[in-house]
């Protein structure tokens, strides 16, 4: 997939999960990494279309890793990510060279807009919108899903589950990031929703189309 690159350097695991994961479904590839020194060398071999930095790190601040960036002749779009409220914060990250600067907490689609803008700035719009895992696809654009060359028929909720999934390929995904992301508000500690829902996800998903030959289980529970 040709899709914009996007660097998040960010020491909260949860905000890196939860805006990589937002990229992902709109299309981006993603590398995302907690420090200020590796965000440097990972901006030269990743070589990003825009980069999202925290300003509060845990060895250089983002407007140190920024100067290096640019010294070290990366140009693309930075979009800091900070909870630092102050006036005078917002101004040396921009006058620094920084694109745009927002505040956390924040809204997972304002995020995204921003990114877009940057990149429309840039001149790369994200043009991906089709997925595919072994012989799973979906296609974005469509709403659609196929599996061994048969369609999957979705609900709503479904279907934003399987997405978030198949763009987090290979990684263990907890019950708390699915609820953030899929439902946005949690059910106080009321997992079996999110069982249910996958198990119903496997019985469509995980299964051949009429006639078929068997195919592999994608979707695995790791306890």
């Not at 994961?21 to 981006?28: F, I, P, Q, R, T």
């Not at 999934?165 to 609820?179: D, F, K």
């Not at 949690?186 to 069982?195: K, L, R």
Request: proline letters at 4%; glycine letters at 8%.
């Amino acid at each position: 997939m040709n899709a914009p690159r996007v660097l998040v350097v960010d020491d909260e695991e949860n905000i890196s999960f939860l805006v990589g994961s937002a990229l992902k479904v709109h299309g981006y590839e993603v590398c995302t990494t907690d420090s200020g020194l590796a965000a440097v060398a990972e901006a030269a071999r990743f070589e990003p279309d825009v980069v999202v930095l925290d300003v509060m790190l845990p060895d250089l601040d983002g407007f140190e890793v920024l100067r290096r960036l640019r010294a070290g002749g990366c140009d693309a779009p930075v979009l800091f990510l900070t909870a630092r409220r102050d006036t005078a914060d917002r101004v040396r990250g921009l006058t620094a060279g920084g694109d745009d600067y927002i505040v956390k907490p924040f809204a997972l689609e304002e995020f995204v807009a921003r990114v877009q803008v940057a990149l429309r700035r840039r001149g790369a719009a994200a043009t991906t919108t089709r997925y595919e895992v072994a012989d799973l696809v979906l296609d974005d654009d469509a709403h659609r899903v196929w599996r061994a060359g048969g369609e999957v028929h979705l609900s709503a909720t479904e279907y934003k589950l399987l997405r978030m999934l198949i763009s987090n390929a290979g990684r263990v995904i907890t019950r708390a990031q699915i609820l953030d992301h899929v439902w946005q508000y949690d059910f106080d500690g009321e997992s079996a929703i999110i069982e249910s829902f996958i198990s119903n996800l496997r019985k469509k998903v995980d299964v051949a189309p009429a006639g078929g030959e068997p195919v592999p289980k994608l979707i695995h529970t790791v306890r």
